[in-house]
């Protein structure tokens, strides 16, 4: 047995930095790791550490202490300076149930790095295996892998060479790695497809190559493009999609074939191909990003390795913000855009209809098997709409359990048959974790209207629980012509653009209040009402899905910011007085506008708004979808003074997580657990627990939705700090209640808490 307390070698004598990256990047291990296994049945984990000890990769499974791995690894690169064996290696016993062995992978100048391996004991009396036969048995693979790892080394320091030769002869510096990429996004995102196509053209233009296409099956995407701009026919790459697919899912690395076999076959095709992995987040292959040329054309280079893998990382990004995580289907976003594309092709707008699906008794289902069996199902009716529909089907997940799918260029009859499919195949598919769940569908055409697609989904929403108060686990057809109902959201839409354009929004308050004692400030929602055409006042939630439907949802978001800093500015001096909070709702269109936190500081500071005076509510949902844009917002405005809670929180999986991640103050329980907090138990629960979690974080918590006096009473014995519903305070007009806000004196005391309930 090697001595494992050697020291290290020095700082700087493995791969170079740029070396480094590019083995970081890399997402062969795994292949690697399943061919080991195959050797050595008792291998239970796997890390691989480059020339500096540093670690770059370990298995999901790996629990040796970082110490301990540190000395066997320096122990095997010391090894490495003696040159004894091909292989010069350490190992350890670590305890009765591991042994440790770190294999060095020599190069010219220094080594690649140290592969280390745990293994299980065998057993005998004997004691671990002995480190020379655990050489022999993994010798051909690390011969293997160490003529990849060179290539790749090779390969990124060719093209880092490549990359500055370019840049000297262009007289300016060095750009670090995608700023070129960065420059050229300056003007800001787009519609997907049309970033899809940016790309594709970019990296074609990069390379010189005269092909490229882009297929990820699981979002259906499948597209090709020419240097004309002009894509391919569908089935012009078939066979090339379906062995690059499965080359680069198993090498899980960029593939470059400049040798052709002088015949094509199904497994040799005519043409140069450069192909790189395209990534989920978490690092699972979703699909490829391949570029081609024909025989006669120049080797790709390193260069255009460096290219495409750049392309490939932005167009994970690009295919990850138009879909839902959980589902993988379009957001109502990315959903909206595709319904603008299809309606702009020039054909009828009749031509196409409009599926809303909904799994049936989510509630019961959730509280009778927990939160992962619902989003069990979700994603079961999500990937059955994906495998039933046709390939030109715009997939998409609303908000929760409500789905939708655009159906271009089909009739009502031919969407109801589609439907039905749905339907069926989720019958027969299930959920593993409940009983026999159903899905409700319904299907409307899509008539020419101010907002076709609003209008359309309104119609299909009414059809599908039409279909429900039958029982569910049907479909309803839509009538032919919108009903009044329907056509009212036309008449929502055009009062709304007449009050962006024209008006202040017309704005109300609802308190909420102490349901045990005295916390603090007083704190008040602020929610929207719009006048229509009849003088009549709409709620919110009438409102702001013709204004998602509209694209005007951060055009809303603004105006009812500027409207309440306009009002508490005026009232400052009384507001500073009671240390009230306004809190409003923000939209995930909101969220994502970098330029929103700018505007609300702005604001801030034009109108004079008093500290801690304004806050905002981000929903569990829209939380959890855009964490990196939530975190964003809440770090900067906090800054600037604003409070932050949680909305419509307890309906996500990701509750525990998004509680770690986010600095908010409060949590308001979602609606739909609170009111059935008095018959049915396993509520009462939910709200007990969250009560005492948030307590412990010293978070305030907040029930929606109390119209009883009776629920009143129950949530407050459940623990809950503050109420708001019909049983504790109604809404009043905001100016009116700023200019009388000292008579909530009575039931919030300002003596006590510093900052307030946020």
Known sequence: ????????????????????????????????????????????????????????????????????????????????????????????????????????????????????????????????????????????????????????????????????????????????????????????????????????????????????????????????????????????????????????????????????????????????????????????????????????????????????????????????????????????????????????????????????????????????????????AIAAAAACLQATLPADASCARLTGDRLAALLPNTNVDAARANAERVRGAFATRGVASAPSPTVSIGVASVVDADEPLAHALAAAEDACKSAKALGGNRVALAPERASDGHATNAAVARALRRALATGEPHLIAQPILPLRGSYGGALFEVLLRLPNERGELLAARKVLPVARACGLTRAVDRWVVRGVCALLGAYGRQIGEQRACFTVNLDAESLLDESFVGFVEERLAADGVPRGSLGFEISEAVAARHPDATRRCIDALRGSGCRFALDEFGTGAGTLGLLREFAVEALKIDGTIVRDAIEQPRSAAMIKAIAQLATMMRLRTIAEHVESDALRARIADLGVDYGQGFAVARAVPLRDLLGDLALFEASVDPKRGENGLL
């Not at 000890?53 to 110490?67: L, Q």
């Not at 090779?154 to 370019?166: N, Y």
């Open 1 to 376: 047995m090697t001595n494992v307390t050697q020291p290290p070698l020095p700082a700087g004598t493995g791969p170079p930095a740029s070396s480094a990256r590019g083995l970081d990047a890399w997402g062969g291990f795994e292949a690697w790791a399943r061919l080991l296994k195959v050797l050595l049945p008792s291998l239970c984990a796997m890390c691989v550490r480059d020339g500096d000890g540093r670690r770059i990769w370990a298995s999901a499974d790996w629990a040796v202490e970082e110490a301990t791995a540190q000395a066997v690894a320096a122990a095997a690169t010391a090894a490495a300076l003696t040159g004894t064996g091909e292989f010069p290696a350490a190992m350890q016993v670590v305890n009765a149930d591991v042994a440790l062995y770190a294999f060095a992978l020599a190069r010219e100048q220094g080594w690649h790095g140290v592969v280390m391996l745990a293994l299980a004991p065998t057993g005998s009396p004997s004691g671990p295996r002995a480190l020379p036969y655990v050489q022999s048995m993994v010798a051909p693979a690390l011969a293997c892998w160490r003529g990849e790892w060179s290539l790749r080394t090779a390969l990124a320091e060719r093209a880092t060479a490549a990359i500055a030769a370019a840049a000297d002869a262009r007289g300016r510096a060095v750009p670090p790695e995608d700023a070129e990429d960065r420059e050229a996004d300056e003007a800001g995102e787009g519609d997907e497809n049309d970033e899809i196509d940016r790309w594709l053209h970019r990296t074609m233009h990069r390379t010189g190559a005269t092909l490229a296409a882009l297929w990820v099956p699981e979002r259906k995407i499948s597209r090709t493009l020419t240097p004309s701009g002009q894509p391919l026919a569908p089935l012009a790459l078939q066979r090339a999609e379906r062995h690059l697919l499965a080359w680069v899912r198993l090498q899980q690395r960029t593939i470059v074939v400049n040798r052709i076999a002088p015949t094509a076959t199904v497994d040799a095709a005519p043409y140069k191909i450069l192909a790189s992995p395209v990534r989920h987040p978490s690092g699972r292959v979703l699909g490829a990003l391949a570029l081609f040329n024909p025989p006669s054309a120049a080797d790709f280079p390193p260069s255009a390795v460096v290219a495409i893998e750049a392309a490939a990382r932005r167009l994970s990004t690009v295919i990850d913000a138009a879909h839902d995580a959980r589902t993988g289907l379009l957001t109502d976003v990315a959903f909206d855009r595709a319904a603008r594309r299809v309606f702009a092709t020039g054909a009828p707008l009749g031509a196409h209809s409009l599926l809303y699906l909904d799994v049936d008794r989510m509630r019961a289902l959730n509280e009778a098997f927990g939160m992962p069996a619902g989003d069990e």
